[in-house]
């Protein structure tokens, strides 16, 4: 009874900050993708429950807010890890040999194309198509850190670099 | 008046005035130009590319949503356009799933229909192979996404007719998809199960479920006495599957049909519609002379009623507890044909022929039915019995018309007009004011509520008092005039809501292509069998009266027709609420119990309930039996349900639907 009552207390939480955010846009009905975008912010994806939440509370069919959610790269439907790199594949990156830095990152952490976020929530690599940093080719974004002329190495240095802070904090 | 206008269309001169784009003076012209994305009554969407004509000094452009000019000069059929045309047909036709021979759409699929008429004889293509699989879970309507062509000619009626948006596009590119949301299952969403989705799908991607095996297989099992009911609408839209004249009854060809496969009666759901007004108007005039629960609304129409559950549950108990007629039908016949017709009762079977896809819906909820056999066995629509009858290799036409059996293939004008939309106001209206005012009516006709108009109101003088009654057809509509009916701006006696544009002769199970246009000539055909009846009046069918005699307690509103011919109402509003999961069951049946958490204000109370209600399910072992889930909602609500129904916010009175709901299992 106790377990019920925390568990509801706590999903209560969570959408009172979506509650929040549907506040300050004025529950209008044409900012729902901002409204999306900082609702991913707070939960680093869109869950479920929230997209249902946003739907009803802007009186929008649940169908149409999953569209939006579905049709823009930008918004994800799965959980994302806590740390995002950013791995560009663009044309320019492509011939710098960028795939040798995403089988790196796949390897260590357990990755493929169908699965990007790590089992323990802690990494995301996201294959994108640019950067607009193409001089710099190959190019990866670790949390928001552009580093150019990757290598596979770097890559592994940088995870194993984010690893040891997470342990030692 | 409007000015006349002129352009040249092909070198001919043509005239326009008000035409909304150059597509409408196009086809006005009588250039049939091919389109899969432009419906009249919907918004323009200019996606599919078939339109496309030459403007002179413009270049090419989508007629559908061009607006017609002054002189313009077009040019409808150069080589350039036709090539695009074709292009276009032969990338969607790449892109399609085309096992054509064993779609039940074939022959009229407006994409082969199209096809054909271009002269594609060739893909050039490379075909991906779809296999998406097809969502077969509502009992209406079979979702097969790897026939659509994402016109979205299904997404704007589901939106703008019915005010839904049950599915929308998902995705992107080649992913892209029309889906639900979630890409649930058509079967678990707000669907109302209007199938309108699929009166505008050209293509097999949205089609009524097929139900016409069970029928065959019923018909042929010699230990079952099979019997069928026939919608009011069928009779005036199944025609058009033979060449007849739009709107032409064929009801008496039908039951010589229907005897020939093998049916041993043939009865009226508009006796039962009959029967309805009986029960329905008297439940008016009660409310009325008490001013208690108006408006009262009508509960003909499932999709109605479905998207009244969901959405509006405040006006549930406005809702007339009438069943349906076709769930009256049903429950009369359980009753009385056994006996009558020497079987068992488990070796009846009620067949319903219905112009509706919700109709399948509704003959399949638990409280429709008797000791766990559903009142009503099967419903096919229209089209299928079309079907049943090609299949034999028959032509109605050649048919000679006959009866349809008694007691309950007896009926008025009223009853017939319940499948024009208005029909089951005017029918009411006929029983009420003759009650209300004890004398004979003379003149019967209501015009007023007849016709192709999506809302029509009407102020009635009935013995001094004002009665005001509305009709609205399409749920959008609906929804607009309980909005208003909420906010006191509107008032209203009594509402007549139909989900299908025009009413049930336009409903999801007609044959396929309806427009405006053929509405109005099936409506006229119902009202025509309206006005050449003998009898107009419901309360002057005599053989109603004697059902009621023999075996409904006497007269409408007695405890017995109340028992059969009333039903109660569920609150689906939960649905749209963000889930939390509490308690998952194991077995493959489990009662879905539903507790409202009001994330705003004060939900200590509603916390506090749920919390006891998992104790109880752990506590009492029906842990592996109970979907416990908590819905969050913004709004002020206190809502517990146990398998829909809405169960008062106390501890006890959950365990106790709990406890019930289980054992029902």
């Not at chain 1, 089988?103 to 640019?130: P, Q």
């Not at chain 2, 949205?206 to 069970?214: F, G, V």
Request: charged content about 25%; aromatic content about 6%; overall charge negative.
């Amino acid at each position: 009874m106790q377990e019920t009552i925390e568990k509801t207390r706590e999903e209560v939480q969570r959408l009172a900050a979506v509650n929040e955010i549907l506040e300050r846009n004025n529950y209008d009905q044409s900012r729902l993708i901002p409204i999306l975008q900082q609702v991913q912010e707070v939960f680093k994806y869109l869950p479920k429950d929230a997209i249902t939440y946003v739907a009803t509370s802007l009186d929008l069919p649940v169908a149409h807010v999953y569209g939006v959610a579905t049709f823009y790269a930008h918004f994800s439907l799965n959980p994302k890890g806590k740390h995002i790199i950013r791995l560009c594949d663009g044309t320019a990156c492509h011939v710098k040999k960028s795939s040798g830095i995403r089988e790196k990152l796949y390897e260590k952490l357990g990755l493929s194309d169908d699965n990007r976020t790590s089992s323990d929530l802690m990494f995301t690599v996201d294959i994108v198509s640019c950067l607009g940093a193409c001089g710099l080719a190959p190019v990866m974004v670790v949390d928001e850190v552009v580093h150019g002329q990757a290598t596979p190495e770097l890559a592994a240095e940088l995870i194993d670099k984010i690893r040891a802070e997470e342990s030692a904090a | 008046m409007t000015d006349t206008k002129k352009l040249t269309v092909n070198g001919l001169e043509v005239e326009f005035t008000d035409e909304r784009n150059l597509l409408e003076v196009i086809r006005k012209a009588g250039i049939d130009l091919p389109t899969f994305c432009y419906h009249s009554e919907l918004s323009i969407y200019g996606a599919c590319r078939l339109c496309l004509v030459l403007v002179e000094g413009r270049g090419i452009m989508a007629a559908c949503s061009t607006a017609p000019a002054e002189g313009m000069v077009i040019h409808t059929e150069t080589k350039e356009l036709r090539e695009m045309r074709k292009i276009n047909i032969e990338l969607l036709l790449a892109n399609h799933d085309r096992e054509c021979t064993t779609c039940s759409k074939s022959a009229v699929c407006a994409l082969q229909n199209i096809a054909r008429r271009l002269g594609v004889h060739d893909v050039r293509f490379k075909s991906p192979k779809r296999t998406d699989p097809i969502d077969t879970s509502s009992p209406s309507l079979d979702r097969n996404p790897n026939k659509c062509i994402l016109c979205g000619d299904c997404v704007r009626v589901c939106s703008e007719i019915q005010g839904i948006g049950a599915i929308d596009f998902a995705n992107r590119g080649s992913n892209a998809r029309v889906a639900p949301a979630f890409n649930a299952d058509l079967g678990k969403v707000e669907c109302v199960n209007c199938g309108q989705c699929a009166a505008v799908c050209p293509t097999g991607a949205l089609l009524p479920h097929d139900d016409t095996e069970k029928v065959w297989n019923a018909l042929y099992d010699c230990s079952k006495t099979v019997v069928v009911q026939i919608a009011p609408s069928v009779r005036v839209g199944l025609g058009e599957m033979f060449g007849c004249k739009v709107g032409e009854n064929v009801a008496g060809k039908l039951v010589a049909a229907l005897k020939l496969m093998g049916f041993k009666y043939v009865y009226d759901t508009n006796f039962t519609a009959d029967m309805t007004i009986f029960e329905e108007a008297t439940e008016f005039i009660d409310r009325f002379t008490k001013k208690e629960k108006l408006p009262l609304f009508t509960s003909c129409c499932p999709a109605w009623v479905k998207y009244a559950e969901s959405y509006f549950p405040e006006f549930l108990p406005n809702i007339s507890s009438c069943r349906s007629p076709q769930g009256m039908f049903g429950a009369v016949a359980q009753e009385v044909l056994p006996q009558q017709l020497g079987c068992k009762r488990e070796d009846l079977v009620v067949v319903s022929i219905m112009p509706c896809t919700a109709k399948k819906f509704e003959a399949k909820l638990p409280k429709l039915a008797t000791n766990g056999k559903p009142d009503v066995d099967i419903v096919i629509t229209t089209v299928e019995v079309g079907r049943m009858i090609h299949s034999m290799g028959i032509d109605l036409n050649d048919l000679e018309p006959q009866a349809f059996d008694m007691p309950m293939g007896l009926a008025t004008g009223g009853g017939v007009i319940f499948g024009a939309s208005g029909g089951v106001m005017e029918a009411a209206l006929r029983f009420a004011v003759e009650k209300i005012t004890g004398e004979t009516l003379k003149n019967v006709d209501f015009k007023m509520v007849r016709g192709m108009n999506n809302r029509k109101t009407a102020t009635l003088n009935v013995a001094g008092n004002e009665v005001k009654v509305a009709v609205v057809y399409g749920l959008a509509a609906a929804k607009k005039l309980l909005n208003e009916i909420k906010s006191g701006e509107s008032q209203f006696d009594f509402v007549e809501v139909m989900a299908c544009p025009g009413g049930c002769i336009s409903g999801g199970g007609q044959p396929y292509g309806a427009t405006n246009e053929i509405r109005k000539q099936r409506q006229n055909g119902l009202y025509t069998i309206d006005a050449t009846s003998q009898l107009k009046k419901s309360q002057e069918n005599y053989m109603v009266d004697k059902c009621y005699a023999e075996h409904l307690g006497g007269g409408a509103g007695s405890h017995k027709a109340h028992e059969l011919l009333h039903t109660r109402y569920q609150n689906r509003s939960q649905l749209f609420d963000a889930k939390l999961p509490i308690i998952r069951g194991t077995k493959d049946n489990r009662l879905a119990v539903t507790v409202t958490i009001p994330t705003k204000g004060d939900n200590a109370a509603a916390t506090e309930l749920l919390g006891a209600v998992s104790q109880y399910v752990k506590e009492s072992g029906y842990a592996d039996s109970v979907d416990l889930d908590a819905a969050f909602t913004a709004e002020n609500v206190n809502c517990v349900t146990v398998d829909c129904e809405e169960i008062a916010a106390s501890i006890d009175s959950v365990k106790e639907a709990i406890e019930k709901g289980v054992k029902a299992l």
